[in-house]
């Protein structure tokens, strides 16, 4: 699976948009783009993937460049209950059966009041 | 609330014990992960099961074994305990299908090895 490169931490005022970059420049044609997050040593959450076109859900939008190698991921209006550890992960689309979850350090995503 | 339930929360125990981590997956999902989570070493993927059957291995040390029964819920078992093995560990359920195959996860079982 791609390597994917994440700021260590970032912070957001409560009601603004988080805006979450990840790098994944040597992903290649079959590799999704997925992000999951952890609020304190609870289970990781689903939170959205995409292949190629940007995507939105009732948690978060999901930008991926025209090239693929970086994405973005937007929480509209984040609350302090958003603040978790936010992984960026690749990984291949063709395993029939599903394949594993390849965590990086992800991103320390801090809301303040 | 995932839909995969894990049992027990939280277990102590002594070097040199053996103990079994129980993971029932959501209703439907055949593939089923097992994920530790310890201060130095981060989120690592240990094994999977796919309908049974051994999938994939990662960083699975040969003092732990898994098996999936047939009615798809998971164990893994964890022997000859060091104080290296504290940590959280995860089960995740999958459909198994070839689209999407988001990973649904427990809440976790810690591990603390006296």
């Known amino acids: 699976d791609a390597k994917t490169t994440q700021p260590t931490s970032m912070d957001c005022a409560e009601g603004r948009a988080a805006n979450l970059p990840c790098n994944h420049s040597?992903?290649?044609?079959?590799?999704?783009v997925y992000w999951y997050r952890q609020i304190h040593s609870q289970g990781p959450q689903y939170i959205i993937h995409?292949?190629?076109n940007n995507e939105t859900n009732e948690m978060a939008s999901l930008i991926i460049t025209e090239d693929r190698k970086s994405s973005t991921l937007i929480l509209p209006h984040a609350t302090l209950r958003d603040t978790a550890v936010y992984y960026c992960?690749?990984?291949?689309?063709?395993?029939?059966?599903?394949?594993?979850?390849?965590f990086g350090e992800g991103t320390q995503l801090t809301v303040n009041p | 609330d995932s839909g995969v339930t894990q049992t027990p929360k939280h277990l102590i125990t002594a070097t040199g014990q053996r103990v079994t981590l129980r993971c029932s997956p959501r209703?439907?999902?055949?593939?089923v992960y097992w994920y530790q989570q310890s201060l130095d070493q981060g989120l690592q993927f240990l094994i999977q099961?796919?309908?049974?059957?051994?999938?994939a291995k990662g960083n699975i040390l040969e003092r732990f074994s898994a098996q999936q029964f047939p009615d798809l819920h998971s164990e893994l078992n964890l022997s000859s305990l060091e104080l290296g093995d504290s940590a959280l560990y995860f089960c995740?359920?999958?459909?198994?299908?070839?689209?999407?195959?988001?990973?649904?996860f427990g809440p976790g079982t810690r591990l603390t090895v006296l």
């Open positions: 995740a359920s999958s459909a198994g299908t070839y689209i999407g195959n988001e990973q649904f």
């Open positions: 040597t992903i290649s044609g079959n590799e999704y």
């Open positions: 995409g292949l190629k």
């Open positions: 992960i690749v990984r291949d689309g063709r395993e029939t059966s599903g394949s594993r979850l390849t």
């Open positions: 209703s439907g999902d055949l593939s």
């Open positions: 099961y796919y309908n049974g059957e051994e999938r």
